[in-house]
């Protein structure tokens, strides 16, 4: 699921409790967690709704000003079932402290490269790791579909292989693009 910055810190601060989809198929389950800009989020309850059963007060824990633009969102997507999300914050995300962290020893430093190297190894793209920290440390914050350019690969591919990086702790997803993190800075000085 995907939230604007603004929805994430709402449900940061408790101001927002409540979401809204219209999917062909469900697409968040209850009890899971996901990880986001300003960390953990979990879904609490996930049940479909008609749209005429959707609340101004609902539309307001949702984040919106009023149920008139929560209807308009929605109407965007011309099918599917409409689902109420019941969400909390759960956490900081613990790639945070993650990706600030440049003092690895030897082990710990080994034990990052032998998962990046993992990542290259089972990829059908072959080795691309270094190619993509490279491009992100060289152009800082391009987005993605133009980072796919330069790299020459499909933008859904590259997308989920820099989450893979952002999950080691390497890089910063921003809107527009990627930065490298700290513990991503160090990784490359120190190969």
């Avoid at 990880?35 to 959707?54: F, M, N, Q």
Wanted: aromatic share 6%; net charge positive.
């Amino acid at each position: 699921m995907l939230f604007k910055i603004e929805h994430l810190q709402g449900i940061k601060s408790g101001a927002i409790a409540l979401a809204f989809r219209k999917w062909n198929k469900l697409a968040a389950k209850e009890g899971s967690l996901m990880k986001t800009a300003v960390g953990i989020i979990e879904v609490l309850e996930v049940s479909r709704v008609e749209l005429l059963e959707i609340t101004e007060q609902e539309a307001q824990m949702a984040g919106f000003s009023n149920l008139n633009l929560l209807i308009d969102l929605l109407n965007k997507v011309t099918s599917g079932d409409i689902y109420r999300i019941r969400l909390s914050y759960k956490s900081e995300d613990p790639r945070l402290e993650l990706r600030e962290n440049t003092l690895l020893d030897k082990t710990e430093f080994d034990l990052l490269k032998a998962k990046v190297e993992k990542l290259d190894k089972f990829s059908k793209q072959g080795d691309w790791t270094l190619q993509i920290l490279n491009a992100i440390k060289n152009n800082p914050k391009l987005r993605a579909a133009d980072l796919a350019l330069l790299t020459g690969k499909e933008k859904d591919w590259l997308k989920l292989n820099v989450r893979k990086l952002k999950n080691l702790g390497l890089t910063i997803s921003f809107e527009p693009g990627y930065t490298l993190s700290p513990l991503g800075e160090h990784y490359l000085n120190n190969l």
